[in-house]
T-cell receptor
Framework: GDSVTQMEGPVTLSEEAFLTINCTYTATGYPSLFWYVQYPGEGLQLLLKATKADDKGSNKGFEATYRKETTSFHLEKGSVQVSDSAVYFCALRGSSNTGKLIFGQGTTLQVKP | KAGVTQTPRYLIKTRGQQVTLSCSPISGHRSVSWYQQTPGQGLQFLFEYFSETQRNKGNFPGRFSGRQFSNSRSEMNVSTLELGDSALYLC????????????FGPGTRLTVT
C-alpha cells in the first residue's frame, strides 16, 4: 500500500541555518504531496503542497519539489528561525477519489537562538 | 472565516465507557475526515464523510464509528474504551475533490484511565 517515510528527528539547528527534512514515498499512480506543521498543543497546518511531478510548493520561506523519479518531496528552508520550531509531517493523498491522507512519522525541529 | 472547531478539547474517560467527539467544519466544506494521533503509531486515518455518507474507512475496529449530519457537522464515537484509545483525535474538513486541501482542527485529547 501507499506509504511515506521521513527522516527521523529530532533535528536541532541554530537560527539562520539551512534546513532539509527528507521525505520519500511509495504510491501507485500520481499522488498529491503535502507538508504539514504542528505547533505544540495545536492541530496540523498545511505548509505547502504539490499535485504533480516537478511542481514546487512554497510558503513562508519553505520549499519542496515533487520528484517522481526519486519519489521524494524534501522540505527545505534557507534560514530557519526560532519560531519554526515544531513537528513537520510529510503526507500523500493517493490518486483515487479520496481525501485520505497518509502521513510520515513526523520530524521534530528545534531551532536554537 | 472560522476554522474547524472540535469539542470537547480535553476528555478523560474510564476503560469500558464510550465517548462521542464532535467536529464542525469550515463553512461551505462538505467533506470531513478523522485521524488518530498517538506517539507510537503517528497519524492514522479513521474515516471520511461527504454528504452524510462514509466514503472511506481506515483500519480500525468496529468500536470506532462516525456520522455526518446534513449541516456537514460530524461526530465520532468510540465504544468500550481501551487504554490504547488514548490519543489526540483530529478532524479535518475540505471542499470535495482531489484538488482541495484539508484544514485541521485543534483536536480532542482523549485520555482513557
Amino acid at each position: 500500500g501507499d506509504s511515506v517515510t521521513q527522516m527521523e528527528g529530532p533535528v536541532t539547528l541554530s537560527e539562520e541555518a539551512f534546513l532539509t527534512i527528507n521525505c520519500t514515498y511509495t504510491a501507485t499512480g500520481y499522488p498529491s504531496l503535502f507538508w504539514y506543521v504542528q505547533y505544540p498543543g495545536e492541530g496540523l497546518q498545511l505548509l505547502l503542497k504539490a499535485t504533480k511531478a516537478d511542481d514546487k510548493g512554497s510558503n513562508k520561506g519553505f520549499e519542496a519539489t515533487y520528484r517522481k523519479e526519486t519519489t521524494s518531496f524534501h522540505l527545505e528552508k534557507g534560514s530557519v528561525q526560532v519560531s519554526d520550531s515544531a513537528v513537520y509531517f510529510c503526507a500523500l493523498r493517493g490518486s483515487s477519489n479520496t481525501g485520505k491522507l497518509i502521513f510520515g512519522q513526523g520530524t521534530t525541529l528545534q531551532v536554537k537562538p | 472565516k472560522a476554522g474547524v472547531t472540535q469539542t470537547p478539547r480535553y476528555l478523560i474517560k474510564t476503560r469500558g465507557q464510550q465517548v462521542t467527539l464532535s467536529c464542525s467544519p469550515i463553512s461551505g466544506h462538505r467533506s470531513v475526515s478523522w485521524y488518530q494521533q498517538t506517539p507510537g503509531q503517528g497519524l492514522q486515518f479513521l474515516f471520511e464523510y461527504f454528504s452524510e455518507t462514509q466514503r472511506n474507512k481506515g483500519n480500525f475496529p468496529g468500536r470506532f464509528s462516525g456520522r455526518q449530519f446534513s449541516n456537514s457537522r460530524s461526530e465520532m464515537n468510540v465504544s468500550t474504551l481501551e487504554l490504547g484509545d488514548s490519543a489526540l483525535y483530529l478532524c479535518a474538513s475540505s471542499l470535495w475533490g482531489l484538488s482541495y486541501e484539508q484544514y485541521f482542527g485543534p483536536g480532542t485529547r482523549l485520555t482513557v484511565t
